[in-house]
């Protein structure tokens, strides 16, 4: 992975003059409906409560909560030794589920972000011990249920599912088992690499997801699956673009993605650095509404949204666009309901 990410660098040295002119950082003027609640961390989680989040300080790095109110930040993972997380997840009943390396190489730091290295574990909301392993691999993010203690993930070319359970108050992962292989999907998508992300409300029966594939690896197609009829559906329907899908909304009717579409000629790696936030209906129309505009300047991206469980706010970070994905530079919160009264005014 790290002779990707190095390419990725010089491609966009390269490209950025060609895909527009650079200017103010969206940092400095960022619409009233957004506020920066963080200046450092990345792949935010609401609380069930909509009053904090759950934030990663960096890749393989430390897990930190922070009041939105207030701003008040409190470390989540300072109390043992590690080798850093890529991931963190409220559970519904409070406690967090962690996905991270045993072991870490600061020489050849991607290893630990490969599915034979990164594994789940729970960590109990009290902060009182280490955490738990579940004693499986993770391939990039899981998917956790918001109202049970259900968890999805990838792993090579297959999403399981399981139930985390406690015995004598320690967590266990039960019930675990294949849900499907990418070799199951329509194209395209047939055969790519697959990633969870939302069991989709209200009912929770369909798992949200995403392939990616085709050239470089650079394309991808929201997907989700009902796991009583065995089906899937398409809900990107979109082969030229880059469709990734992140937070569902509370009511299931559409969910978040990251998406280069405001660029549609940039094909292969560069779709990858020309990322911005958008709004993609669940209804199969493949509908999309863009929500931010850091992108706007060639040398930002805005990524990794997530929506509050009463549906009025959108967390995300910011990023430069040359950085590696998933890398984030401080968590910001967006007020939809002001969005919505002010999106046709930019």
């Known amino acids: 992975m790290k002779h990707i990410y190095l390419f990725l660098i010089l491609l966009v040295a390269a490209s950025t003059s060609a895909i527009g002119q650079t200017g103010t950082s969206p940092i400095d003027d960022l619409p009233d409906y957004i506020k920066q609640v963080t200046y450092f961390g990345q792949r935010a989680d609401w609380s069930p409560d909509g009053e904090r989040i759950l934030f990663i ?60 290295n990164t594994e789940l574990w729970v960590l109990k909301s009290d902060l009182q011990s280490k955490p738990t392993p579940l004693g499986v691999h993770c391939k990039e993010g899981p998917a956790v249920s918001r109202t049970k203690m259900n968890i999805a993930w990838a792993l090579g070319s297959t999403i399981y599912t399981g139930e985390i359970a406690y015995e004598n108050g320690k967590p266990k992962l039960d019930n675990w088992k294949p849900l499907f292989q990418s070799s199951e999907l329509p194209s395209p998508g047939k055969g790519w690499d697959l990633e969870t992300q939302n069991f989709r409300p209200k009912n929770e029966n369909e798992l949200i997801f995403y392939a990616f594939g085709g050239q470089f690896g650079f394309q991808a197609e929201v997907f989700g699956y009902d796991m009583e009829k065995k089906a899937f559906v398409n809900y990107s329907k979109s082969e030229s673009t880059y469709d990734e899908a992140e937070g569902t909304t509370p009511d299931g009717l559409s969910i978040m993605i990251e998406s280069n579409r405001h660029r549609p000629k940039y094909k292969g790696m560069k779709e990858f650095l020309t990322l911005d936030i958008y709004k993609l209906d669940l209804d199969e129309s493949g509908e999309v509404e863009r929500v931010t505009f850091f992108n706007d300047n060639p040398e930002y991206k805005a990524s990794n949204p997530v929506v ?15 950085d590696p994905a998933g890398k984030g530079r401080g968590i910001l919160v967006l007020d939809l309901e002001r969005w919505e009264k002010k999106k046709g005014k930019r």
């Open 57 to 116: 300080e960096k890749t393989f790095g430390d897990v930190f909560e922070v009041e939105v109110s207030s701003g008040k930040i409190r470390p989540m993972t300072h109390h043992f030794f590690h080798e850093g997380f890529v991931r963190a997840l409220y559970l519904s009943n409070g406690d967090i589920l962690l996905s991270g390396a045993k072991n870490f190489n600061s020489d050849d730091p991607w290893k630990s972000r490969d599915a034979r």
């Open 308 to 322: 509050s469980d009463d549906g009025k706010y959108m967390a995300f970070h910011y990023a430069h666009a040359e």
